[in-house]
């Protein structure tokens, strides 16, 4: 099994409108996945994550950060309460970190963690009609309206765990897969998915439409650079939970006053993507933020980008000059995200 998401599959534009209009197969099972059980885990993750694990029920799940004590990102994550056991679903640059950091508290923590990345592919079904593939699959509608719940269905005689989970601004679904099976139920996926427009897809379109929706990357659009509220995860955290590692500058920023900066949209007037790092400078001459990502839009036929800026010149439609080691090259303009709305 290819456990890295190639760049394409020889037709971007055709992988981009499937997500868009269709059905796209993302191939992302090179995610950390970590199982964590036993009578404290849920006590000891939630003194360690910045939203409310206590509260889920099996079959929810939510968008959680860990946090450093500075309250800047160390590592998103997508928690599953599975029942039985929690589920922790990490971008891969983070599978090593994470794993090493809870593997200190096993011995003391009464709960076991197991590294099940190996395990279990991950297929990224997004586009408007993956729910109504879903229901093919399974002979179950699904629901499509809340993000992160999680349920055990059966896709050719493989018992697969599915979540919902929005990855670039469309109806998405995670399937978790018993990797010795992955290639079966892709094969089926994509020959039942054919009615609906379904087809793999690749990182460059994945790129673009997760720009187009405003959906962060982590090390590139976030990371321990930025403090959690600046790059606007404030659904990734708890105002009710208690205490965890982090708390106190997250929430004197939330309740006090606003970070410094806000990762935002911008609509650039230049004819390629811009390289991160891009500085943003507004109209009295003030260096006041940088380009994290960015990507030529197939809906706008624009650059897009997101990026970091000062919190005095937030205000939609504000202009700025780009520049590169000091040489101006473009303009960009404010703008409310996402670039693309369903």
């Not at 929810?60 to 056991?85: D, M, S, W």
């Not at 794993?99 to 009464?110: D, H, P, Q, W």
């Not at 811009?274 to 500085?279: A, D, F, Q, V």
Request: contains cysteine.
């Amino acid at each position: 099994m290819n456990k890295t998401l190639p760049k394409d599959y020889g037709d971007l534009r055709g992988e981009y409108d499937a997500i868009r209009g269709g059905v796209a197969a993302l191939d992302l099972s090179a995610a950390g996945k970590l199982q964590l059980s036993g009578k404290n885990a849920v006590q000891f993750l939630n003194g360690l994550v910045s939203n409310d694990v206590k509260s889920l029920e099996a079959g929810e799940g939510v968008l959680a950060a860990f946090p450093t004590l500075q309250g800047k990102l160390l590592a998103l994550c997508r928690i599953y309460n599975l029942g039985t056991h929690l589920l922790l679903e990490l971008d891969e640059i983070n599978r090593e970190k994470i794993f090493k950091n809870l593997s200190r508290f096993v011995a003391a923590g009464e709960f076991f963690l197991t590294d099940v990345s190996d395990h279990f592919a991950l297929y990224s079904l997004q586009g408007p009609h993956s729910a109504d593939l879903i229901e093919t699959l399974t002979g179950e509608p699904i629901d499509d309206g809340r993000q992160y719940r999680i349920s055990e269905r059966k896709i050719s005689g493989t018992q697969v765990f599915i979540a919902s989970h929005n990855r670039c601004g469309e109806t998405g679904f995670d399937l978790f897969i018993p990797a010795e099976f992955a290639p079966k139920v892709l094969e089926t996926v994509l020959t039942r998915g054919a009615v609906f427009g379904a087809r793999q897809a690749g990182s460059a379109a994945f790129e673009i439409a997760r720009i187009e929706a405003g959906v962060l990357r982590e090390g590139v659009d976030a990371g321990e650079t930025y403090i959690i509220l600046e790059s606007e995860l404030e659904s990734a955290v708890s105002y009710t939970k208690g205490c965890y590692l982090g708390q106190e500058v997250i929430a004197r920023i939330h309740w006090r006053g606003q970070p410094a900066k806000r990762l935002r949209g911008l609509l650039i007037d230049a004819g390629q993507s811009l390289p991160p790092g891009t500085e943003i400078y507004a109209d009295d001459g003030k260096r006041v933020g940088e380009i994290t990502s960015s990507a030529r839009s197939f809906a706008l036929d624009r650059v897009v980008a997101l990026g970091y800026v000062h919190r005095y010149y937030l205000t939609p439609g504000t202009e700025f000059t780009l520049k590169q080691d000091g040489v101006e090259f473009g303009q960009a303009e404010l703008i409310e995200l996402p670039f693309v709305k369903r």
